[in-house]
C-alpha cells in the first residue's frame, strides 16, 4: 500500500503514504502490544488456542477491537481516512488502460483482505466459547501494561474523528520532504 501510493508520483498519494505510515505505526503498534498483554496473562499467543477472551479481559478485548477496527479501515478510526486517501488516488489515476482498472480493482482486494484478516484476529481471540486449555487462566492485566496501548486507542479515534485538529500539522511537516516542500 504504502509502496505502491509513493510509487505513483503524485503529491496526494505521497502525502497519503506518510499518512499511513503514522496511522499504521499507531494502530498496529496497539495490535502489537495487545498481543502481549495476551500472551503475558494466557500464557499463549498461538491464535489456534485462543477463544472466548472477552469473557475474561473485557477491557482489553475493547482495546483489541478498536485498533483492528483502524486497521481493517472502519469510519471514525484513523486508518479509514489514509486507506480512503489510498482508493481515491488508485481511482483518480489516469495512466495506462489497465491501470485505470487494474488498480482500483487490487486496492479493493488489499482492503478486503485487511478487514478479513482484522475480524479474524478479533473474532477468534475474543468471540466464541472461552477457551479450556490455556497454560494460564485469563484475566485483565494491571493497570500499568493498559495505558500504553490505550493510548495509542485513543490516538486512532482522535485522528479519525478530528483529522485536522491532531495530525494534520504533523502530516504536514512529515510530508514536507516527500513531496519536495522547503
Not at 53 to 60: E, G, N
Not at 106 to 128: C, D, E, K, P
Not at 147 to 156: D, G, K, Q, T
Amino acid at each position: 500500500l504504502i509502496t505502491l501510493l509513493l510509487g505513483l508520483n503524485r503529491e496526494l498519494a505521497a502525502v497519503a503514504a506518510v499518512f499511513h505510515i503514522m496511522n499504521h505505526a499507531t494502530f498496529k503498534a496497539s495490535l502489537f502490544m495487545a498481543a502481549g498483554i495476551i500472551d503475558h496473562e494466557t500464557g499463549t499467543r498461538d491464535i489456534r488456542r485462543l477463544s472466548g477472551l472477552f469473557k475474561a479481559m473485557p477491557y482489553t478485548g475493547t482495546l483489541a477491537f478498536v485498533a483492528s477496527a483502524a486497521m481493517a479501515g472502519v469510519p471514525l478510526a484513523n486508518g479509514f481516512l489514509s486507506k480512503e486517501m489510498f482508493f481515491a488516488e488508485t481511482v483518480d489515476l489516469a495512466a495506462r488502460p489497465w491501470l485505470d482498472w487494474g488498480l482500483p480493482v487490487a486496492a479493493t482486494v488489499a482492503g478486503i483482505f485487511g478487514v478479513v484478516y482484522s475480524l479474524r484476529f478479533s473474532w477468534n481471540v475474543f468471540m466464541g466459547p472461552p477457551a479450556t486449555d490455556l497454560p494460564r487462566a485469563p484475566h485483565e492485566p494491571v493497570r500499568w501494561m493498559r495505558v500504553p496501548i490505550e493510548v495509542l486507542v485513543v490516538l486512532c479515534l482522535v485522528v479519525g474523528i478530528v483529522p485536522q485538529w491532531s495530525i494534520g500539522p504533523a502530516l504536514a511537516l512529515a510530508a514536507q520532504p516527500v513531496v519536495g516542500g522547503p
